[in-house]
C-alpha cells in the first residue's frame, strides 16, 4: 500500500495553544497536500506545497517538507475550538502520472474551550 | 474551483439492495475520483471515472459490485451493489480543482451509508 502514516493519530490540546501532526509517505512525489474533515462530512483542501518547497505558510497554519526523509508536518497555532476535526496528508501517486491521491492514516484533533 | 453537489447525504439501506450515489460539477472536469471511508478509518480510492469509457478500478475493487457511470463531463454515479453491512461506510466524489500539481481536490460532502 502506498498510505503514509500520520502521528500521532489522536491529539487532545487545550484553545490557544498550538497543535502539530506528522505525515511520513512512501514514494517520490510531486506535491504535498493537507486535508480537514469534520464529523466524518467531505474533505476541505487546506494547503498544498511542492516537492521543491520546504516550508509554506497559510494563515494559522503552517506546513514544512523534507522529502530527504519523506516527511511532512501541518502545525496549526493558536488553536481554536472551531479548528476540532480529523486532518489528513495526502500525496498524489506517481504511477498515476500524479492523478490519484494516496491519503495518510489521519489524525484526529480535539481542541477543548 | 469546482464546486460538487453529492447526494444523498446519507441512508440507510437493507442488506442485498443497491443504492446510488450522484455528484454533480459545477464545471467540466476530466477525471472524477470515488473513495470510501470505512468507519475510523482514511480514505480509500475505489475508482477514476472518466467520461466515455470505463471506469478504472483500484485493487480490491470490482465493476459487478460498484458500478460506475460517466455520462457527461459534470456528471457521475456510483452504485453500491448487493449491499451487506460492510459496505456501512462514508463514500465521497472528488475533482482536480486546477492542474494536477496546482489546487487540490475538492471533494462532495459525502454519502454515509449505514446497511442494516
Known amino acids: 500500500s502506498q498510505q503514509g502514516e500520520e502521528d500521532p493519530q489522536a491529539l487532545s490540546i487545550q484553545e490557544g495553544e498550538n497543535a502539530t501532526m506528522n505525515c511520513s509517505y512512501k514514494?517520490?512525489?510531486?506535491?504535498l497536500q493537507w486535508y480537514r474533515q469534520n464529523s466524518g462530512r467531505g474533505l476541505v483542501h487546506l494547503i498544498l506545497?511542492?516537492?521543491?518547497?520546504r516550508e509554506k505558510h497559510s494563515g494559522r497554519l503552517r506546513v514544512t517538507l523534507d522529502t530527504s526523509k519523506k516527511s511532512s508536518s501541518l502545525l496549526i497555532t493558536a488553536s481554536r475550538a472551531a479548528d476540532t476535526a480529523s486532518y489528513f496528508c495526502?500525496?498524489?501517486?506517481?504511477?498515476?502520472?500524479?492523478?490519484?491521491?494516496?491519503f495518510g492514516t489521519g489524525t484526529r484533533l480535539l481542541v477543548s474551550p | 474551483s469546482a464546486v460538487i453537489s453529492q447526494k444523498p447525504s446519507r441512508d440507510i439501506c437493507q442488506r442485498g439492495t443497491s443504492l446510488t450515489i450522484q455528484c454533480q460539477v459545477d464545471?467540466?472536469?476530466?477525471?472524477m475520483f470515488w473513495y470510501r471511508q470505512q468507519p475510523g478509518q482514511s480514505l480509500t480510492l475505489i475508482a477514476t471515472?472518466?467520461?466515455?469509457?470505463?471506469?478504472?478500478?483500484e485493487s480490491g475493487f470490482v465493476i459487478d459490485k460498484f458500478p460506475i457511470s460517466r455520462p457527461n463531463l459534470t456528471f457521475s454515479t456510483l452504485t453500491v451493489s448487493n449491499m451487506s453491512p460492510e459496505d456501512s461506510s462514508i463514500y465521497l466524489c472528488?475533482?482536480?480543482?486546477?492542474?494536477?500539481?496546482?489546487?487540490?481536490?475538492?471533494f462532495g460532502s459525502g454519502t454515509r451509508l449505514t446497511v442494516v
Open positions: 464545471s467540466q472536469v476530466t477525471m
Open positions: 506545497i511542492r516537492s521543491n518547497e
Open positions: 472528488s475533482v482536480n480543482r486546477g492542474r494536477p500539481e496546482g489546487y487540490g481536490y475538492t
Open positions: 495526502a500525496t498524489p501517486a506517481m504511477n498515476t502520472g500524479f492523478q490519484k491521491l494516496v
Open positions: 471515472a472518466n467520461q466515455g469509457s470505463e471506469a478504472t478500478y
Open positions: 514514494t517520490s512525489i510531486n506535491n
